[in-house]
């Protein structure tokens, strides 16, 4: 009673505070809220988490499955792939990423070890913000998610894959129809908590100019010097992407506890 | 050779030192029920398993309807089968597990649909046909809808042995089909077993239900330690048991 007490009298403080706070410049809020330039962010920002999960998940699905296969070499790749990537900051890998042209000036198709190259284009003008982004986020996502699949993997009961087995069905059809979507239900709320993450981590793409959200709003703010107004203004949005993002984490958790 | 659904020819296997099967030969006619015995440990699942390939033997030879299990055989050879022909000897062999295996994210009907959907490729509207009318024949036609959580052990039992009924297997694996049941609910399992070795099913059954043996199974087979003690219809050897270790282990479950 009293903690409750205590909790809204401090709640009420805060908002007075802030409302009636004229460093806060509301009309300045207000009115960057739905600009175009931060709206165009906001978009940027969406794809960027949209595209780096689904592309993270399809990784983090493969190197998973492999790191459970009986090949030595296979386990030893995927291995590898997680442990260095789970194991640099992505904010040195976004850098890398950015700046791989330093190291290959070419990046093209063709045979390996020197062979002839069928496609080949400068780095510089393939590696843009954007691509460099995309690259960083989705390879380090897939590393997270090698780690939650292969999790899930293993929580479903040997007998489903014995019993699967048979009837006859090859391994394939048994990761797809039997095994995955049993590990899903280990699966999906990590993968929502990734996801949500992955909104707020696109804001680091900023180091390389990556024209998200915050990067937008810096430059606003660089122009006018209303700092905290964007920083609010971006916030606003990331709060309203993460709010919305909870509600579907829901939504999909529900869908994939049936029958349990 | 023919003449035997099932054969089983001196197979061993072993897991790293312990020797689990030390050379058991089995034949099952076409129509048989065996039901197989033993005490905790002995080997009989391992025995099941080898049937349909979920363990490599070490040594001896398996056949089902003629066929040469887990192997092809050139030139007095021996060669592994591709795991794609593995999967299509599964096919022919159904198996019953102690702890039902049930997908649980699959409804009883799915759950029936599920093998020949997938392994043959069966339509929809024709393998709902066919595990509609098999959930019948297991009295569960009421029962299509639920998820294996929302049935009885019973219940689930019974949909196993449906789903596995839907591949038309060539036999029927059981291994202690009933043990993790509630007492009140195994007559029930039991009757579905019945019902099936009396439609001319070949079964391989791992039970303690000695009554189910006595009246179902027409040869009966007593292993301890990985070897077969004792066998011959169960009627001669649940009363008359020739072996020490037959006796106490009787006497212990009877
Ligand atoms: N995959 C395995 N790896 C190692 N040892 C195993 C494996 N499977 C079975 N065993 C061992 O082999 C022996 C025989 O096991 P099996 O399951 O065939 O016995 P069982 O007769 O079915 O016993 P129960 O009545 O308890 O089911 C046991 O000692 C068991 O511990
Ligand atoms: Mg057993």
Redesign the interface.
């Known amino acids: 009673m009293v903690a409750a007490a205590v909790a809204a009298l401090v709640m009420v403080w805060l908002a007075y505070t802030i409302i009636v706070n004229p460093n806060l410049h509301w009309d300045v809020i207000v009115g960057f809220l739905l600009d175009g330039r931060i709206l165009g962010g906001l978009w940027i920002t969406i794809a960027l988490t949209a595209l780096s999960m689904v592309i993270g998940v399809a990784l983090g699905v493969t190197a998973a499955v492999m790191q459970l296969s009986d090949s030595p070499v296979l386990r030893g790749a995927a291995g590898l792939y997680t442990w260095f990537f789970r194991g640099t900051p992505l904010l040195v890998q976004l850098i890398f990423w950015f700046n791989i042209g330093l190291v290959f000036p070419e990046i093209g198709i063709g045979i390996p070890f020197g062979g002839p190259m069928f496609l080949q284009w400068p780095a510089n003008e393939l590696i843009t913000p954007f691509t460099a982004a995309l690259l960083g986020l989705t390879i380090n996502e897939g590393a997270y998610m090698a780690e939650i699949v292969r999790a899930g993997i293993r929580s479903v009961d040997p007998g489903q894959r014995e019993a699967a087995e048979s009837l006859g069905m090859r391994h394939r059809q048994i990761l797809r129809r039997i095994v995955l979507p049993q590990a899903m239900r280990v699966i999906i709320p990590p993968t929502g908590n990734q996801f949500i993450s992955m909104l707020k981590t696109t804001s680091m793409v900023s180091v390389i100019s990556g024209a998200e959200l915050l990067t937008v709003s810096q430059r606003i703010y660089l122009d006018n010097f209303e700092v905290i107004a964007l920083l609010v203004v971006a916030s606003t949005w990331y709060l309203l992407l993460t709010s919305v993002a909870t509600v579907g984490q829901r939504f999909l958790e529900r869908r994939f506890s049936r029958g349990h | 050779m023919a003449t035997s659904m099932v054969k089983i020819e001196s197979v061993r296997k072993r897991f790293g030192r312990l020797e689990v099967l030390r050379g058991v030969s089995l034949d099952v006619a076409p129509g048989g029920v065996v039901c197989v015995v033993g005490p905790s440990g002995s080997g009989k699942s391992t025995l099941l398993r080898c049937v349909?390939r979920?363990e490599t033997i070490d040594s001896g030879r398996v056949w089902v309807d003629g066929e040469l299990i887990g192997f092809s055989e050139k030139a007095g050879k021996l060669h592994h089968l591709r795991?794609?022909e593995l999967?299509?000897?599964?096919?022919e062999?159904?198996?019953v597990?102690q702890?039902f295996?049930?997908?649980?994210?699959?409804?009883a009907l799915e759950n029936v649909m599920?093998?020949p959907r997938?392994?043959k490729g069966v339509a929809r509207q024709e393998s709902r046909r066919q595990a509609l009318a098999l959930l019948d024949r297991v009295g569960l036609a009421d029962r299509a809808g639920h998820?294996?959580?929302q049935l009885s052990g019973g219940q689930q039992q019974r949909v196993?042995i449906a789903?596995?009924l839907a591949?038309n297997p060539k036999v029927m694996l059981f291994d202690e089909p009933t043990s993790a049941l509630d007492p009140e609910l195994v007559q029930e399992v039991l009757q579905v077993m019945r019902d099936l070795a009396a439609s001319g099913m070949t079964m391989i059954v791992v039970t303690h239900e000695m009554g189910f043996a006595r009246e179902a199974g027409d040869h009966l087979v007593f292993i301890d330690d990985g070897v077969i003690v004792e066998e011959g219809p169960p009627r001669e050897v649940l009363s008359n048991p020739r072996h020490d270790r037959t006796r106490a282990f009787l006497g212990q479950v009877l």
């Open positions: 349909n979920l795991p794609e999967c299509g000897q599964r096919q062999i159904g198996m597990f702890r295996h049930l997908f649980p994210h699959m409804t599920e093998g997938t392994v998820y294996p959580s196993a789903r596995s591949m």
